[in-house]
């Protein structure tokens, strides 16, 4: 909707991290619903929800999600 709800506030942290999980492993699988994907688009593209987010998340987010899965940590690696 045009309104931001409580809905919103739930799932805005989930599609944050999912997005990021996304992009670091690039397995798109994880947003393949395309109603999802326009939502958390939308959703991540508003200012009010970039900025709820604290600048060292996502440096603290990574360390978190290469620690607790080896799969990852591999792709990471593979990149350099």
């Not at 991290?17 to 991540?44: A, C, F």
Request: proline share 5%.
């Amino acid at each position: 909707g045009q309104n931001f709800s409580i809905i919103d506030s739930t799932y805005a942290p989930i599609f944050f991290r999912m997005q990021y999980i996304e992009n670091l492993s690039n397995d798109p699988r994880l947003m393949k619903l395309k109603k999802i994907r326009k939502w958390s688009d939308n959703l991540l593209n508003q200012e009010y929800v970039q900025q709820s987010v604290h600048p060292s998340f996502i440096d603290e987010f990574k360390k978190y999600v290469l620690n607790s899965n080896p799969s990852i940590k591999l792709i990471e690696a593979c990149k350099v």
